[in-house]
């Protein structure tokens, strides 16, 4: 059974850089051909691709976070990791990680929710100072 846990810090002081974990178990993130995404749901708003790291290493990002957001990797630790650069209240947010097997290469952006087959939990994240 593969599990996603997201974690890092339930508050942040605008302008400061949020910087979240998800920890993979039952699987590798370096087993192909899977992509390990993040998402973000603010209040009352829809579910938001926010990036992604492929099992090879390679990364893509929203245009929406205009060159903010960063996605790294752990693989002794089988973990990637989210960072966002000076954040604002509008980056308050359930921050969700997730896995999707790859139907062609490059960015999952347009990938569909289903066709993501683990998820975390969520973890809030509250941009206020």
């Known amino acids: 059974q593969v599990q996603l846990q997201e974690s890092g810090p339930g508050l942040v002081k605008p302008s400061q850089t949020l910087s979240l974990n998800c920890t993979v178990s039952?699987?590798?993130?370096?087993?192909?051909?899977?992509?390990w995404s993040w998402f973000r749901q603010p209040p009352g708003k829809r579910m938001e691709w926010l990036g992604v790291i492929t099992y090879d290493g390679n990364t893509y990002y929203s245009s929406s976070l205009q060159s903010r957001a960063s996605i790294s990797r752990d693989t002794s630790e089988n973990q990637f990791s989210l960072h966002v650069s000076s954040v604002t209240p509008e980056d308050t947010a359930v921050y969700y990680c997730?896995?999707?097997?790859?139907?062609?290469?490059?960015?999952?952006?347009?990938?569909?929710?289903?066709?993501?087959?683990?998820w975390g939990q969520g973890t809030q994240v509250t941009v206020s100072s």
């Open positions: 039952g699987a590798a993130i370096t087993t192909s051909y899977y992509a």
């Open positions: 997730a896995r999707a097997p790859m139907f062609h290469h490059g960015t999952t952006e347009d990938y569909k929710l289903d066709d993501y087959d683990y």
